[in-house]
């Protein structure tokens, strides 16, 4: 039963993870107006799907740090009441956070979630190093390193647009947005959605515009890609106790309900992430998501647990930092999220644990 239970709630975690998570590597295709809501959606699923199956192969090393071992003593890790409540304390404040729009991070919301249900459990025992070293720099450092990076390398494509004499133009969109995308930007977004901007000019004989486009998708997928790949060993790695289950199987569940979770309920995290950070044309889109394929890449394979939502976000403000079209107050919004994450997700979690533990 309490197997059934742990399989259950680490469902849950997926499903909301899905629905924050999936659409925010295809943003920026649909924030640019490269393609409409539905095939970016489509697109960021079929590449997470496709990063959480590659995880079977390369990403043991998260599924290990985020089962709690070295975090909390292997003697406590036993009791199934505390992968319950890691799951349940997690995907209950993804999901909420979903609800209101607001991208999070469930990297950070499982890490709160094991610090809560862990330090319930165990008290001091908890390993406060293990949480600082392995688990909190990477989340703290990389929003700001996308932001940087997104900057250097967004200054040195415009000169390089400038040398090869591709200018841009901006045009009216004949066709209207469709009812189902809900295009309603910040207030301080300056260009209308009915206008886009586009490149003018040639590379070796073919269309700037259309090498652009290509790119952009590849590296639209390479971010969804990557997401899966680091995201779905992190929620597996609550699955360890459940012993009917091979690590293949845990990934492949995890990835199906990942992608549901995304066609089901992803819209208004969609939105925040494609119309309210800033203003995006389609080269600033593939730059951010550039820095952000770069990022979670490296991480994946390093296996540190960085979130895809510090990431893209970051690379996404840094465009807007260079455009000069970000929205601030936003950003302050979602910050003020990423600091609320942790203390929730732990408060959560404890109470849970300190319920489930009298029960099972």
């Given at each position: 039963?309490?197997?059934?239970?742990?399989?259950?709630?680490?469902?849950?975690?997926?499903?909301?993870?899905?629905?924050?998570?999936?659409?925010?590597?295809?943003?920026?295709?649909?924030?640019?107006?490269?393609?409409?809501?539905?095939?970016?959606?489509?697109?960021?699923?079929?590449?997470?799907?496709?990063?959480?199956?590659?995880?079977?192969?390369?990403?043991?090393?998260?599924?290990?740090?985020?089962?709690?071992?070295?975090?909390?003593?292997?003697e406590a890790l036993k009791d199934p009441s505390l992968a319950i409540a890691v799951a349940l304390g997690a995907a209950s404040t993804v999901f909420l956070a979903t609800k209101i729009g607001i991208p999070i991070s469930t990297t950070h919301a499982i890490v709160g979630a094991l610090?809560?249900?862990?330090?319930?459990?165990?008290?001091?025992?908890?390993?406060?190093?293990?949480?600082?070293?392995?688990?909190?720099?990477?989340?703290?450092?990389?929003?700001?390193?996308?932001?940087?990076?997104?900057?250097?390398?967004?200054?040195?494509?415009?000169?390089?647009?400038?040398?090869?004499?591709?200018?841009?133009?901006?045009?009216?969109?004949?066709?209207?947005?469709?009812?189902?995308?809900?295009?309603?930007?910040?207030?301080?977004?300056?260009?209308?959605?009915?206008?886009?901007?586009?490149?003018?000019?040639?590379?070796?004989?073919?269309?700037?515009?259309?090498?652009?486009?290509?790119?952009?998708?590849?590296?639209?997928?390479?971010?969804?890609?990557?997401?899966?790949?680091?995201?779905?060993?992190?929620?597996?790695?609550?699955?360890?106790?459940?012993?009917?289950?091979?690590?293949?199987?845990?990934?492949?569940?995890?990835?199906?309900?990942?992608?549901?979770?995304?066609?089901?309920?992803?819209?208004?995290?969609?939105?925040?992430?494609?119309?309210?950070?800033?203003?995006?044309?389609?080269?600033?889109?593939?730059?951010?998501?550039?820095?952000?394929?770069?990022?979670?890449?490296?991480?994946?394979?390093?296996?540190?647990?960085?979130?895809?939502?510090?990431?893209?976000?970051?690379?996404?403000?840094?465009?807007?930092?260079?455009?000069?079209?970000?929205?601030?107050?936003?950003?302050?919004?979602?910050?003020?999220?990423?600091?609320?994450?942790?203390?929730?997700?732990?408060?959560?979690?404890?109470?849970?644990?300190?319920?489930?533990?009298?029960?099972?």
């Amino acid at each position: 039963m309490t197997e059934i239970i742990i399989i259950l709630a680490a469902c849950f975690l997926a499903f909301s993870n899905g629905a924050n998570d999936n659409f925010k590597g295809v943003s920026t295709l649909f924030g640019s107006g490269t393609t409409n809501f539905k095939s970016a959606l489509n697109w960021g699923t079929i590449t997470t799907l496709a990063g959480c199956i590659f995880a079977v192969f390369i990403a043991q090393g998260l599924m290990k740090n985020f089962s709690g071992k070295g975090l909390i003593p292997d003697e406590a890790l036993k009791d199934p009441s505390l992968a319950i409540a890691v799951a349940l304390g997690a995907a209950s404040t993804v999901f909420l956070a979903t609800k209101i729009g607001i991208p999070i991070s469930t990297t950070h919301a499982i890490v709160g979630a094991l610090v809560g249900a862990g330090f319930v459990s165990v008290g001091n025992a908890l390993n406060f190093n293990q949480l600082g070293e392995v688990f909190l720099k990477p989340l703290l450092l990389s929003p700001f390193i996308a932001c940087a990076s997104a900057i250097i390398l967004y200054i040195i494509f415009r000169q390089l647009r400038l040398l090869l004499k591709i200018d841009k133009q901006t045009h009216l969109v004949v066709d209207a947005p469709s009812a189902d995308s809900n295009n309603i930007m910040a207030p301080g977004i300056s260009l209308s959605n009915n206008y886009r901007e586009s490149y003018n000019g040639k590379i070796i004989g073919f269309s700037a515009q259309k090498i652009l486009d290509g790119l952009h998708y590849i590296s639209a997928g390479a971010v969804g890609f990557a997401r899966g790949m680091n995201d779905a060993p992190k929620i597996a790695g609550l699955l360890l106790l459940v012993n009917f289950l091979s690590v293949p199987w845990m990934l492949i569940m995890i990835a199906v309900i990942m992608a549901v979770g995304g066609l089901l309920n992803s819209k208004k995290v969609a939105q925040t992430m494609s119309k309210k950070i800033t203003y995006m044309n389609p080269g600033q889109g593939f730059t951010s998501n550039l820095i952000t394929a770069i990022l979670v890449w490296t991480a994946s394979a390093s296996g540190l647990p960085v979130s895809t939502t510090h990431v893209s976000v970051g690379g996404i403000f840094g465009i807007g930092v260079v455009n000069k079209k970000a929205d601030y107050k936003m950003i302050g919004k979602i910050a003020g999220s990423w600091v609320l994450t942790l203390p929730i997700a732990a408060i959560l979690s404890g109470i849970i644990f300190f319920i489930t533990s009298n029960i099972i």
